[in-house]
């Protein structure tokens, strides 16, 4: 009788026990996961390398400029151009996510995600990206923006898309300019 007062008072306790424990926070977020990829890599230009409509792609610095070279040496992580090593100039170093898109001036250069996914965080679509020129943040509260997309330096009247706030990251270094030149 004793043994099984025992036994009967250990269930109990199981089960009170975990009734109180507390869930443990999911350790895969999508988002966390999906920013540490980005920031851990560079965005470089893999197509039409020389023109405003060249396309970035995600690559890993593996020699940074020196004393006699003043170029970086990367390889593609994804992209059109996956694997290829090369020495370029043309880097973005550092990107950050939009937290508040009607903060952001108009004529800020940003990159935006090629596919403009509806979906954020999925990191096997987001092999291209270009730069635009934020045209309007009207709709922010609805998560779009407004971007052009000029082809040359006399080029006012761009083409005009609707983004995903979501597919849009800021560029923070090297800060870019419009290509555009405007009379002042």
Not at 47 to 62: F, H, M
Not at 84 to 99: C, G
Not at 107 to 136: C, H, M, Q
Not at 151 to 165: G, K, Q
Request: charged share 25%; glycine share 4%; hydrophobic share 35%.
């Amino acid at each position: 009788m004793n043994k099984k007062w025992t036994v009967f008072i250990c269930v109990i306790a199981c089960f009170a026990g975990a009734a109180c424990r507390q869930k443990t926070p999911d350790r895969y977020d999508p988002q966390q996961n999906y920013e540490r990829f980005i920031n851990s890599h560079v965005f470089a230009k893999c197509e039409a390398v020389n023109t405003p409509q060249a396309r970035y792609s995600l690559a890993k610095v593996l020699k940074r400029p020196g004393n006699d070279i003043d170029y970086y040496k990367i390889r593609f992580v994804n992209g059109p151009c996956k694997g290829s090593v090369v020495w370029t100039k043309d880097l973005v170093l550092k990107t950050s996510p939009v937290e508040d898109a009607s903060l952001i001036p108009t004529g800020t250069v940003v990159l935006r995600n090629f596919d403009n996914p509806k979906e954020p965080f999925n990191k096997d679509i987001t092999d291209y990206w270009n730069t635009a020129v934020v045209l309007s943040t009207q709709r922010a509260h609805k998560g779009i923006i407004d971007l052009g997309f000029p082809r040359d330096r006399n080029d006012f009247f761009p083409a005009r898309e609707s983004i995903y706030i979501h597919n849009v990251r800021l560029i923070n270094k090297p800060v870019l300019k419009d290509i555009r030149q405007f009379i002042k």
